[in-house]
Each structure stands twice: as structure tokens, then as C-alpha cells.
């Protein structure tokens, strides 16, 4: 896509410090991570969230997410990985990828509940878990 910054590393139009390639994705260093060795995995296909590509195409992308995390744990000799996607984050970038960071007993980082930084507006489970299930399709 034109003025993506994912696309324009996987064009090879920028640089980056790839750490895994195959035909459908792309494993790099975010040179912005909140921790060493904080990697990224996109499909090179172009899409903004997950609705953009095939279950296919999600398992291929899962797929070498797996294959980077193992790395990642066995360089930095972890088994704790904080992994996870910004989907439709406005202050991203708009193509799917997802976050790879190595932690570490004691590190001072929160689990993924943490992260919005806000408590819970409804605690009506039951309702909240009724109307996801009647939009699922």
C-alpha cells in the first residue's frame, strides 16, 4: 500500500534489521521497542486488522510468530514473551503486525490487562459476554 511503512521495508524501499523472512512474512527489530530484542511479524500482503486477510493467512502469520518467539527466548534465555497486536490503534501503523517482547523476572512490566490503564466500566459479565456472543457471525 502506498505510503506504508510496513510495505515500503518489505519492498526493500527502506531498511530494517530483519530477523526472519519466508514468502508471505517478515520478522524485524522495532527500533521504537520497549525492550531489547523487541521484534515484529507482518504478512507482506498489505492489511490494516485482522479482518483484512484469510484465517489461512493469519495461521501462516501465527505461524512464524511461533518460529521468531522461540528465538527470541532461546537469545535471551526468557520463557516470558509479552505477545500481542494493536488492532485499529490511531496511533500506529496501519498494517497488521505483531509485538514480540522478551521479559524478565522483575523487569517492572505489567501483564496485557495493564496496558489501556483503565478499570472496568462493566461488570455485568453475563451481559457484556450475551451481546459480544450476538454479533458473532
Same mark, same amino acid.
Given at each position: 500500500m502506498n505510503g506504508c511503512i510496513f510495505c515500503k521495508l518489505v519492498a526493500n524501499d527502506i531498511p530494517?534489521?530483519?530477523?526472519?523472512e519466508d514468502a508471505d512474512t517478515r520478522s524485524?527489530?522495532?527500533i521504537f521497542g520497549a525492550t531489547d530484542g523487541h521484534a515484529m511479524v507482518i504478512l507482506k500482503k498489505h492489511g490494516a486488522t485482522i479482518h483484512d486477510y484469510t484465517n489461512d493467512e493469519l495461521g501462516v502469520l501465527w505461524s512464524a510468530a511461533k518460529k521468531v518467539a522461540a528465538?527470541?527466548? *532461546?537469545?535471551y534465555g526468557t520463557q516470558i514473551l509479552?505477545? /500481542?497486536i494493536n488492532h485499529g490503534e490511531p496511533? /500506529?501503523? *496501519?498494517?497488521?503486525?505483531?509485538?514480540i517482547m522478551p521479559r524478565f523476572e522483575g523487569d517492572g512490566g505489567?501483564?496485557?490487562q495493564s496496558l489501556p490503564g *483503565?478499570?472496568?466500566h462493566n461488570k455485568d459479565?453475563?451481559?457484556?459476554?450475551n451481546a459480544i456472543k450476538a454479533n458473532l457471525k
Open positions: 530494517s534489521y530483519t530477523v526472519y524485524f527489530l522495532d528465538a527470541i527466548e *532461546k537469545t509479552s505477545i /500481542g496511533q /500506529g501503523v *496501519k498494517h497488521l503486525h505483531i509485538h505489567g501483564i496485557m *483503565k478499570p472496568l459479565f453475563v451481559s457484556v459476554a
